[in-house]
């Protein structure tokens, strides 16, 4: 077990729905990370949130959005949902940063578009 | 920003034998090199990591070694076994930033 959380494991949805997925990182990391995984591709960084505020942005579309609060938990919001967008969504988080710490990651969301 | 390319994309060995991936990099400034393996619908998880003020580290059957001269660092598993079979993914990041990953190598060991 990692100490990262994903809820849900799994989602199926259909096209021009919205879904939120959630991220609890590790006890004590600031840094959240997003990725999206589709079948037989590699991790595609979306964005990355540090104690509170974006700190990076990926190749994110206009239709997803994320927020950390402040209790450090992570959303990912997916919206206007198309077949495409079908993948496994991970969440990562690290120490912060201002240091090389270790990404752990949460299961990953599976999240089907029908 | 960052680009990291990961090659071979696929790799197959014969049980017992060695195994490299190699990663390039494009930012002088990445200073963490880690490598996640993958297995089937599961999470990515940790199997070693290098800094940049190392050039080589060992942990049992795995070592990675890092050029920072020429911006390339390998994964390197000696004594494969079937359960090294994996998706194998190399990255980079400077000061904790986002990690970049590479395309990932799915290595396939065979009896």
């Known amino acids: 077990d990692s100490g990262v959380t994903q809820t849900p494991k799994h989602l199926i949805t259909a096209t021009g729905q919205r879904v939120t997925l959630r991220c609890s990182p590790r006890?004590?990391?600031?840094?959240v990370y997003w990725y999206q995984q589709s079948l037989d591709q590699g991790l595609q960084f979306l964005i990355q949130?540090?104690?509170?505020?974006?700190?990076a942005k990926g190749n994110i579309l206009e239709r997803f959005s994320a927020q950390q609060f402040p209790d450090l938990h992570s959303e990912l919001n997916l919206s206007s949902l198309e077949l495409g967008d079908s993948a496994l969504y991970f969440c990562?988080?690290?120490?912060?940063?201002?240091?090389?710490?270790?990404?752990?990651f949460g299961q990953g969301t599976r999240l089907t578009v029908v | 920003g960052e680009n990291v390319e990961q090659h071979p994309s696929t790799l197959s060995v014969q049980e017992g034998d060695s195994a490299v991936i190699k990663c390039t990099y494009s930012?002088?400034?990445?200073?963490?090199f880690p490598w996640y393996k993958q297995e089937l619908g599961k999470r990515p998880q940790l199997i070693i990591d290098?800094?940049?003020?190392?050039g080589e580290k060992k942990d049992q059957r795995i070592a990675v070694t890092l050029n920072k001269t020429a911006k390339h660092f390998s994964l390197h598993i000696t004594e494969t076994q079937p359960e090294d079979s994996a998706v194998y993914f190399c990255?980079?990041?400077?000061?904790?930033?986002?990690?970049?990953f590479g395309t990932g190598t799915q290595l396939k060991v065979e009896l």
């Open positions: 949130y540090y104690n509170g505020e974006e700190r």
């Open positions: 290098i800094r940049s003020n190392v």
């Open positions: 990562a988080s690290s120490g912060g940063t201002g240091s090389d710490t270790e990404a752990f």
């Open positions: 930012d002088s400034a990445s200073n963490y």
């Open positions: 006890s004590g990391d600031l840094s």
């Open positions: 990255a980079a990041s400077k000061g904790g930033n986002k990690l970049t």
